[in-house]
């Protein structure tokens, strides 16, 4: 059965870190690019970071600098540490695997930063 499992989410206060890790079962996460997403109350999902399957890497201009997407294939892991946080950072994340226009989705993992 495949699946992806988000952790890491909490609270924090603006300033803080958080790192969130996504693990993926069921799959070769080798082949897939890897993406994370948030989506806040009201507002649509956004892409936050991504990363292809040779590591190259984007990011939203509103979290460059402080936003680091990676990944472990060995583990079939996809992690985003985020520094600097800023109540604007609150949302679900939610991780995102991708290949060939098959997508792959977690449930989804809460970050809330307070001022």
């Known amino acids: 059965q495949v699946q992806l499992v988000e952790s890491g989410g909490g609270l924090v206060q603006a300033g803080g870190s958080l790192r969130l890790s996504c693990a993926a079962s069921?799959?070769?996460?080798?082949?897939?690019?890897m993406g994370w997403y948030r989506q806040a109350p009201g507002k649509q999902r956004e892409l936050v970071a991504s990363?292809?399957?040779?590591?190259?890497?984007t990011y939203a201009d509103s979290v460059k600098g402080r936003f680091t997407i990676s990944r472990d294939n060995a583990k079939n892991t996809v992690y985003l540490q985020m520094n600097s946080l800023k109540p604007e950072d609150t949302a679900m994340y939610y991780c995102?695997?991708?290949?060939?226009?098959?997508?792959?989705w977690g449930q989804g993992t809460q970050v809330t930063v307070s001022s």
């Open positions: 069921g799959i070769i996460c080798s082949i897939y690019a």
């Open positions: 995102r695997f991708d290949r060939r226009g098959t997508e792959l």
């Open positions: 990363i292809t399957t040779a590591g190259s890497t």
